[in-house]
Structure formats: structure tokens, C-alpha cells
């Protein structure tokens, strides 16, 4: 029997997928109560107009690592390979240094970023 390595395996694509595909029941549910509150998705993308975007992808671009093919190319390429699988874009990529794991990911009216904490040395 042969043995199948990362390279073999075909991976399955989701071309032009919705973003629905990925809202829980619940938050579809949240989502839908949020926006029949009077004004409340105007304020909010106001909020991300007047430099809430900005101001988190500054704070990235200073507190953490981008990644690419040169930097981190193994986290790199992976995310690549989920982006291609998702039928979408590659976000930038950002390492940061945090005892708490955990990971974000922002870009309402700018680039699209994902930020992912860990206990690392950078």
C-alpha cells in the first residue's frame, strides 16, 4: 500500500463559496436582531470609517511579524492553501508573541488581515 503525503493528497476547492457557508445558526440569529436596531449598522460602519480598520492594522503592522514566503514560509504556505481552497484572497499575515493562543481577523474597508497569538519567540 502506498503512502499518501501531503503532496499527493488531492485537495478538495469550494469555488465561489458564500460567506454564508460559514455564519453559525446562532450568529445568523444575533446578526439579524443587531441589524433591526435602529441606526446601529450605520454607526458601526462609520466606527470602521472614522479609523477603527486603521488603527488595527497599524497595531499589527507595529506589535507582530508578518509572515510571507520568506518569513515564517511554512505558516505562510499554509494559509495560502486555505485561501486557495476558499476561493479567496490570501490575507497578510501576522505573528505575534502572547502567552494567551488565540488568533483575529479584521479588514472591514482595508487589506484583510489575520492575526494569530502564541506563545513564541519572534
Not at 458564500?18 to 455564519?23: N, T
Not at 446601529?40 to 472614522?50: D, G, M, N, R
Not at 497595531?59 to 499554509?78: D, E, F, H, L
Not at 488568533?103 to 487589506?111: D, K
Request: overall charge neutral; hydrophobic content about 45%; glycine content about 4%.
Amino acid at each position: 500500500m502506498a503512502q499518501r503525503t501531503v503532496e499527493t493528497i488531492e485537495r478538495r476547492t469550494f469555488p465561489e463559496i458564500s460567506l454564508d457557508a460559514f455564519v453559525a445558526e446562532t450568529d445568523r440569529k444575533a446578526l439579524a436582531a443587531l441589524q433591526r436596531v435602529p441606526l446601529l449598522p450605520k454607526v458601526i460602519s462609520k466606527f470602521h470609517e472614522a479609523g477603527a480598520d486603521r488603527w488595527i492594522y497599524c497595531w499589527n503592522m507595529a506589535m507582530s511579524v508578518r509572515c510571507g514566503p520568506k518569513q515564517y514560509g511554512t505558516v505562510y504556505r499554509i494559509v495560502e492553501e486555505c485561501s486557495d481552497i476558499l476561493d479567496m484572497p490570501t490575507p497578510e499575515l501576522y505573528l505575534t508573541n502572547n502567552p494567551f493562543p488565540n488568533a483575529f481577523a479584521g479588514g472591514l474597508i482595508g487589506p484583510t488581515l489575520l492575526c494569530v497569538r502564541a506563545s513564541l519567540i519572534l
